[in-house]
């Protein structure tokens, strides 16, 4: 019975890898999807003259904790947190890097279409 339970618990797990095509064109398309990410937050940063900087901290926590010996103790405990902060940005820094991600984004696209066609030759759709 147990094994059978651990198969059930594991198809989430199997189900995530994909076929061998989907996982060649997962990668073939990687590199290009993260470009294409970065061109999207450059411009929005350009748009709003700001970026958003996540800060990770600590925050501390006080807990109303139960024990036999005291009915009313107090537990402190620590948690991690981030924290998002407007920074503006420098404009012509950020137009020269969105020229740079966009050249490499047309690179990028020839690649990928070499790629994707070399995922369809290995695994080609039944």
Known sequence: MRPALLLVAALPLL???????????????SELRTVEALIAETETN?????????????????DLCIAPSDPFLFCTGTEPTVRERPVAVDRAAER???????????????????????????????
């Open 46 to 62: 350009i748009a709003r003259g700001f970026t958003v900087v996540r800060e990770p901290g600590v925050r501390t926590r006080l």
């Open 96 to 126: 020269r890097k969105l020229a740079t991600l966009q050249a490499r984004r047309a690179e990028l696209q020839a690649q990928t279409r070499q790629a994707l066609a070399a995922c369809e030759a290995r695994h080609p759709r039944r």
């Open 15 to 29: 189900a995530a890898c994909g076929d061998p095509r989907d996982r060649c064109v997962r990668e073939a398309t």
